[in-house]
């Protein structure tokens, strides 16, 4: 597929307009959802150019995808290789400068929040826009909000609401696609924040609605938590906080394994994190102190 910078009408068909944004939903059998989230990000006050990164759906998401929007740009795997993968291809085929990598199930209820969000990439110093959102199907909780008394910056967020500055994005090589699913977000961030001093902000926009269904919890789900924690202390935590970090995980990550009776995940994720230590799998990339210790303090305050 081509990249081109256009954007989409109401109709999902090639507009005269240029885009001003691009956004990528990532899709995995929720065609109903993505179908939703198409029709919404289409009303948005800026134009936008959509892209489809489907997870090797089975549910006819493709289908009903291109019935509905004949000309969105649509990309494919025919076997699962998770959202850290279909974000960086969506990013890469996108042309304008800010991208949004969202969920099949990130609602943008009101028409104005990419202009909003837009907005607060107007200092070049920003990678990252963590947008306000709401697990509407859980509380009334908005995530990713400022409030008074926290720290604007971020290096721990949601991946269901966020914008990304593409040349810094790909520069540092995007999503980390050996972790799969979880932790991807903080990952991002600190590479960002290490090679390059670029931040990651709590964003100004409205929230939107992010459909996760209550009390979500699944295998894989909790597996790479518990795995990426021993991958990701080991990866960057600089000469001996990690093998401090690494062990700290692995306590703290029993806890909350034995409060939620799901500890089954936690035992093969750390064996499985630790395994990849152990073999040479992970390789050593330790940011510095510095950098290090700002995403200690701020993933203390973080609040979803």
Known sequence: MIAQNFAHDANGRISDRPARTSIVFTAHNRKDLVLRAIDLALKQTVPVHIIIADDASSDGTQEAVLAAYPDISYLRSEVSRGPCYQRNEGVKLATT??????????????????????????????AIVCMPFQNILQDTQIRHARREGQPFEMLDFAACAHGVRRDAFLQVGGYNEELFYSME?????LRLLDRQGLRTIRGTSRPLHHMQVPKKRSYIQDFTMHRNKIIFYYKYAPGLLA??????SVA??????????????????????????????????????ASFDMYARLRRVYNG
């Open 97 to 126: 400068e800010i991208v949004f990598p969202l969920d099949d199930d990130s609602m943008l209820v009101e028409p104005e929040i990419l202009e909003e969000a837009l907005a607060d990439f107007a200092d070049p110093s920003v």
């Open 185 to 189: 977000e903080g990952d991002l961030a």
């Open 243 to 248: 093998p401090y970090r690494m062990v700290g």
């Open 252 to 289: 703290v990550g029993f806890k909350f394994a034995w409060n939620k009776k799901f500890l089954r995940p936690w035992f093969w994720g750390v064996l499985d994190g630790f395994a990849r230590v152990l073999k040479g799998k992970v390789k050593r990339q330790p940011v510095s102190k």
